[in-house]
């Protein structure tokens, strides 16, 4: 039954009704057999007299353009915004560069001693991201690091990261790749702002580069 709406309340649903559809038509993109709704939503781009917000109006003829019921959901159905999100979950990186500055310093003897992780350069405050998904199992001081955060990883190794400003997670917090966790600081034996970053296995810490570059990310190379 049409509903007798005014003219701004229906172009405010039809842009509604479009992003709708065509958060549908990204999901037929994305390999589900949803043509028919995104046809449906092509009509209603190209024709301005649809069911709802042609009621109260007359709007101006569309050349080659008849009037159509259009059928368009009134809802995105939990089905899509399933598929929707299992989609971004399949999709999303699982390796995650922890800071936006570059490689300072590599793995390995460094002034007569063992450097056990990766620095990265960058500025007091800048965001540090998990760098992958995992849980948190210490965050609080730590002797050489100022302050730390060990993280249990995806894959059995456990995160180090150090030096840190402010670390914004507690034990127990359940991480995804990408987080926030912490910011950069110079605490500890630091000489300047940076992040330190190591990843260890049973048998003591590994080379994060290989380790990072074997899940698909090139952190790049220090000059050092
Ligand atoms: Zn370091």
Known sequence: MPVTVPLSTGRVIRRYRAAATRAVAVTAIAGCSLSVLAAADQQTESN????????????APVANAAPVAVQVPEFVPPQVT?????????HRPRTVRPVAGPLSSGFGMRWGAMHAGLDFADGFGAPIAAVTDGTVIEAGPASGFGLWVRVQQDDGTIGVYGHMQDILVHVGQQ???GDVIATVGSRGYSTGPHLHYEVHTDA?????HPWLAGRGLDVGYSQD
């Open 48 to 59: 301005p007299t649809d069911t709802l917000a042609a009621a109260p109006v007359q709007a």
């Open 82 to 90: 399933d598929l929707l999100n299992s989609f971004a979950q399949d």
């Open 175 to 177: 991480l995804r790749a």
């Open 204 to 208: 003591g810490p590994i080379d994060p």
